[in-house]
């Protein structure tokens, strides 16, 4: 069975849907948007390996052509380089302006094709096919497209909405079980953003998910997409509210930049320490019991996802370097550190004036469990 958000933004307005079997129904999904019957899919070596030949049969099935551009898997992919092969790519297949391409992979496919299409001819329209679980919750919805450089993750980019998301419960089943506990962290994250119920509900039923169980995997998904889609409508851009949505990034942006982006940290795993050490954080400023931080650490543990900085391999720079690190982040405001923080489970908000020396002596303290 199929469910569908709606995201809300006027002429900018389109459709998440989440289900089993997704990617083999694309073309009839698909359809109504094109003014011809051509695709342009933009994916990477594992994810082809696995669903290129499904999308494209069941493409082909609906009386759809499809070229095919596949780039390497991993982080290194969303930057300069590739991005000028897509948008190269996308020119000499003479895409057109109301042409759709395809972005078919996790958050790295979707990052780059997304501004690439952002840029293309000055925008040409596009759906998010997320194969991962964190891009199925999180990057494939709200229209945040970008690329890392050598100074920070995500800093050159443009908001560029897709016109359709399909989030195929079914290619969850091959993430390989680190890949997905990384999109879980940002499952947890909504939990403890903004709806306490949910995370018990998570506190209940993570194991279960992780384990497999589609219908829980299915409702994890749209509670997340959901929850998404109503910050993003609220604030498309981020002036205000949206900025909810990136709990546990500022810490988890430097611990990512510290480990080179590598597959030492993941992502969702730099998320998940993120928000550990944001409820830490809040605790210490006194802003939550002690007993939230605690709960979240319980939660995490039990899931058996990364926790501590000592779960990271190898070293990591110390706690100037990592404060230093921080001051690249997005987030920083006449060079303030701005923080998402919470009152409990549930309730983050957005606080501009965080003591460095509060956040010096988290992160110290984070760093002391390695000794
Ligand atoms: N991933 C954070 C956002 O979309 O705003």
Redo the contacts with the bound molecule.
Sequence with gaps: MMQTVHVALGERAYDVHIGAGLIAQAGAQVAPLLRRPKLWIVTETNVAALHLDALQDGLRQAGLMSEALILPAGEGTKSWPYLIQVVEWLLAEKVERRDVVIAFGGGVIGDLVGFACAILRRGVRFVQLPTSLLAQV??SV?G?TGINTAHGKNLVGAFHQPSLVLADIDVLGTLAPRDFLAGYGEVVKYGLLGDAGFFDWLEQNGPALAGGDAGLRAEAVRHSVQM?ADI?VRDET?QGD?AL??LGHTFGHALEAATGYSDRLLHGEGVAIGCALAFALSARLGLCAQEEPSRVRAHLSKMKMKLDLSDIAGDLPDTDGLLALMGQDKKVVDGQLRFILARGIGQAFVAADVPRDVVRDVLHDALGVRS
């Design positions: 999180d990057s709200g945040k998404k993003v981020e949206r949505l990136n």
